[in-house]
Every structure is written in structure tokens, then in C-alpha cells.
């Protein structure tokens, strides 16, 4: 897979169905979860892409999978990622399609940030169990992860994608949730500028945040085209749900 640096750093990416640049004025980019990679994403991306005829861009964050690995924390990586290393990656790459954003988890979070603060113009967003404000089950999950990565379990799963990221990786991801500050953390006040249509899924028995999610993004976004799929899953409706969450993905995009 090619590397190219963004904001001095070694970010690694991948673009899916090329052959289609040429047919569609869209691009779909895909947005991983806070502990996902270009490989975790498995073949979703792929099958998105085939279905909606629209080609696609994965990359892995700083930080994680092939991309660099951190060299500091920075509390803020969230805006981080959708205001700095987003918006550069598209203009490095010399993107100029219509840009829209599949996030999962985390990713589904900078998804929604990148529609409020980035330079970039977002023109959809499908929001996969987002989270966007601090509740007491995030940490409940958080915990359940940290314990199976201290008993090897959860770090050796890690280690086939992350390698040497993986450590970093982990521990900013269970600082950040874990961190005294997080339990203010509430960016749904900023949602009234997301415009752009958004397709919101959340499972009703996702372990790392409740349907709550889903519903003050659905409450909150002033687009006048949003949509709200709650499925009886966790928390991957993408792949417990799979063919589900496809279809309402390409319904939304090519309606």
C-alpha cells in the first residue's frame, strides 16, 4: 500500500475501485474506529463501493495499522484528524470529487467534526455507532477492553494490524476515555452546522455507547435530509448486519 507523509507524518492508504474515478463525481472515504485499521474495515468498504458503483479511499490514521507511529498525545486528536490530517490527505491526493464520509465508531465521530469545522465540503455523511457525548457505558466498555489487552488477548488481535503502534495506539485510546475531562466531552451543541445529508445507524445493544447517540445526532444536525436505522446489533452493524447496512447505505447515497 502507498505512504505519503501528511502533517510530517507517514500516513498509509488505499484507494478501492480506481477504474471508477472516471464515472462518478463522488468519493467515498471511509473512517475507522478508535482502535481500527485499513484491514479491520475487511471487505465492507469494498462491497460499498461495488454496490454504489462510487470508488473509495481507506487509509489508516496516525498512529494506527501501517501509518506512523505516535510520537506524543494530543487530548484534541479528534479535531485533529478532521481539521488538519483529513483536509490534507484529500488535497495531497489531488482529490476533487464530491467527498463523502463513511466513519465507524471513532471515525464516525470525526466524520461528523469534519462536517462542522473542516475546510473540506462534505456532501454526506453515514454515521456508524458514533460517539458524541460522554456516557458512563463508554467506560464500562473501555474497562471490559482494557482488561483483555493487560491479559494478552485483546493486544495479540492488535498486533496483527497496529505492530509496533499498537501500544500508542491503545493507550491513547484508553486515555482519552478514561481522561477526568472526557466526562464533559459533548460536541452534539456544534451539530446545527452539519447541513450535508446523514445517515445514522446505531445498534440497540452496542457495548460502547446507547442508542442515546444515534438520537441527539438525528435530534441535533440541521440537515433537512437525515435518516436514523437503530438494528438489534452491537457494536458493528456493519458486520452483524451486513447486507443490511449496505443496502440503506447505497439506498442513501444514490437515491
Known amino acids: 500500500m ?17 477504474e471508477k474515478f472516471s464515472d462518478s463525481d463522488y468519493l467515498l472515504i471511509f473512517l475507522h474506529e478508535g ?17 454504489s458503483k462510487i470508488p473509495a479511499l481507506v487509509y489508516d490514521r496516525y498512529g494506527h495499522g501501517k501509518s506512523e507511529i505516535l510520537s506524543e498525545f494530543n487530548y484534541n486528536f479528534f479535531e485533529e484528524e478532521a481539521t488538519i490530517f483529513l483536509p490534507e490527505l484529500i488535497h495531497c491526493l489531488g ?15 470525526i466524520a461528523l467534526l ?5 475546510i473540506i465540503k ?8 458514533a460517539h458524541v457525548f460522554f456516557e458512563n457505558i463508554i467506560t464500562e466498555g473501555i474497562n471490559r477492553a482494557n482488561n483483555e489487552y493487560v491479559n494478552e488477548n485483546l493486544r495479540k488481535s492488535l498486533e496483527k494490524y497496529h505492530f509496533a503502534n499498537t501500544e500508542s495506539m491503545f493507550e491513547r485510546w484508553r486515555n482519552f476515555w ?28 452496542d457495548n460502547y455507547g446507547s442508542i442515546e447517540q444515534a438520537e441527539c445526532i438525528f ?17 458493528n452493524p456493519h458486520f452483524k448486519e451486513k447486507e443490511i447496512v449496505i443496502d440503506e447505505i447505497v439506498r442513501f447515497i444514490c437515491k
Open 35 to 51: 482502535l481500527g485499521s485499513i484491514s479491520q474495515w475487511k471487505i465492507f468498504p469494498l462491497e460499498v463501493s461495488e454496490n
Open 2 to 18: 502507498p505512504i505519503i507523509k501528511i502533517n510530517n507524518k507517514s500516513i498509509n492508504y488505499e484507494f478501492i475501485n480506481l
Open 114 to 118: 469534519s462536517a462542522i469545522f473542516s
Open 178 to 205: 478514561t481522561d477526568v475531562k472526557t466526562k464533559n466531552w459533548n460536541i452534539s451543541e456544534s451539530f446545527k452546522l452539519i447541513k450535508c445529508p446523514v445517515l445514522i445507524i446505531h445498534g440497540t445493544n
Open 219 to 235: 435530534n441535533n444536525v440541521s440537515s433537512i435530509d437525515k435518516h436514523k436505522i437503530i438494528l438489534n446489533s452491537g457494536h
Open 95 to 109: 482529490i476533487k470529487k464530491k467527498i463523502i464520509l463513511v466513519g465507524h465508531s471513532d471515525g464516525a465521530t
Open 122 to 129: 462534505v456532501h454526506g455523511i453515514i454515521s456508524i455507532s
